[in-house]
Every structure is written in structure tokens, then in C-alpha cells.
T-cell receptor
Framework: GEDVEQSLFLSVREGDSSVINCTYT??????LYWYKQEPGAGLQLLTY?????DMKQDQRLTVLLNKKDKHLSLRIADTQTGDSAIYFC????????????FGSGTRLSIRP | DVKVTQSSRYLVKRTGEKVFLECVQD?????MFWYRQDPGLGLRLIYF???????EKGDIPEGYSVSREKKERFSLILESASTNQTSMYLC???????????FGDGTRLSIL
């Protein structure tokens, strides 16, 4: 079945780059998404990428997609304390017009 | 910006009660979704709706029902609340198939 996997935790030093990785199983995915969830809040859409792209950059965020390996990554440059959150990777599965599958989320913590 | 509003941030109910969670979106989106989020289990889809009066079961519909009488409003109903339905409930909407989902701030529901 469809699955999206992420590591549970990542700790980085303030000012360094953070790289959050994700693997997915549905090779016919058309859209892949990154969401951010701060404590006690809902999910905020950060960025998304179409499957015919291999990179997308938006200010401090860079998304890389390797379709062959079904691997997606989110790089946050110059990580700040405000970036502390849980980051969810998600994919739109081909077999459903509307449904997307979420990973379990990666908790990013920032060390001073 | 898309605005998805959930009627309550926190709610406490008793077992056996009928509970209504309300969600409203202001962007004329076709699709609306209800998820629950539990530690270690990520987001699980309960129900979604792709049009007024249309609904589809998600991955965990048991114990829940939904109502979509108007395009902008999607209600989640716990027919007879049980303690295992204590959770964070998240509503989302999207413009159409494959489009990103936009989330409300969530309702933290406790069933005593």
C-alpha cells in the first residue's frame, strides 16, 4: 500500500542548515507537499512540488525530489529558533482524486 | 489567503454524548477533510467530501459521521462519544484534486 516515511527527530544548531528527508512508495505520485506544525496549531502548507520537477526553491526553503529513489527532502537554510516545529511530508496518491498520504512527521529542534 | 476555521480550539465532553465539530472555509473549495492526529500515529483521515452532500469514508470512519449541507461547511459528528475518541481533530480544505490542503487550527477534544 501507499506509505510515506520520515525520521522522527532532527536536532540542528541555530544558523546551520536543516535537511529533513522523506521516502514514499507510490511511484505515480503527482504532487508532494511539505507542511509545518507548531505546538497546539494546525498544519501550515510550506511548499509543494510537482512530480515533473526535481527542485524548487522558495526563500530559505529548498525542496529536492529524486523520483528514481522516491526520495524527497526539505532543506531550511540558516535555521532559526522559529523553525522549531514538526514537519510533515505528504504525497497525493494517483488512485484517489483527493486523498493525500502524510508521513508521521519529523520534530525539528534547534540548539543554541 | 485561505481561511479554515474550526469552531472550538478545546472541547470537553462526556462518554455517550453526541458531539459536533464544525469547520468552515472561505475560499469556495470543493474538497473538505476531517483528520484525527494522535501521538505516534500521525494524521489519519476520517472522512472527506468532494461536493455538497457527497462524502467518502477515509481510513478510520467507525464511530463518526459527517454532514456537508453547504459548500463552505463540513461537520464531523461523534454519534456516541467514547474515551478512545479523545484526540486532536483537524479540518482541511482544497480547491480540487491534487491541490494542496489548507488546515484549520485544530480542535483538541477530550472525552471523559
Amino acid at each position: 500500500g501507499e506509505d510515506v516515511e520520515q525520521s522522527l527527530f532532527l536536532s540542528v544548531r541555530e544558523g546551520d542548515s536543516s535537511v529533513i528527508n522523506c521516502t514514499y512508495t507510490d511511484s505515480s505520485s503527482t504532487y508532494l507537499y511539505w507542511y509545518k506544525q507548531e505546538p497546539g496549531a494546525g498544519l501550515q502548507l510550506l511548499t509543494y512540488i510537482f512530480s515533473n520537477m526535481d527542485m524548487k526553491q522558495d526563500q530559505r526553503l529548498t525542496v529536492l525530489l529524486n523520483k528514481k529513489d522516491k526520495h524527497l527532502s526539505l532543506r531550511i537554510a540558516d535555521t532559526q529558533t522559529g523553525d522549531s516545529a514538526i514537519y510533515f511530508c505528504a504525497e497525493k496518491i494517483y488512485s484517489s482524486a483527493s486523498k493525500i498520504i502524510f508521513g508521521s512527521g519529523t520534530r525539528l529542534s534547534i540548539r543554541p | 489567503d485561505v481561511k479554515v476555521t474550526q469552531s472550538s480550539r478545546y472541547l470537553v465532553k462526556r462518554t455517550g454524548e453526541k458531539v459536533f465539530l464544525e469547520c468552515v472555509q472561505d475560499m469556495d473549495h470543493e474538497n473538505m477533510f476531517w483528520y484525527r492526529q494522535d501521538p505516534g500515529l500521525g494524521l489519519r483521515l476520517i472522512y472527506f467530501s468532494y461536493d455538497v452532500k457527497m462524502k467518502e469514508k477515509g481510513d478510520i470512519p467507525e464511530g463518526y459521521s459527517v454532514s456537508r449541507e453547504k459548500k463552505e461547511r463540513f461537520s464531523l459528528i461523534l454519534e456516541s462519544a467514547s474515551t478512545n475518541q479523545t484526540s486532536m481533530y483537524l479540518c482541511a480544505s482544497s480547491l480540487g484534486a491534487g491541490q494542496p490542503q489548507h488546515f484549520g487550527d485544530g480542535t483538541r477534544l477530550s472525552i471523559l
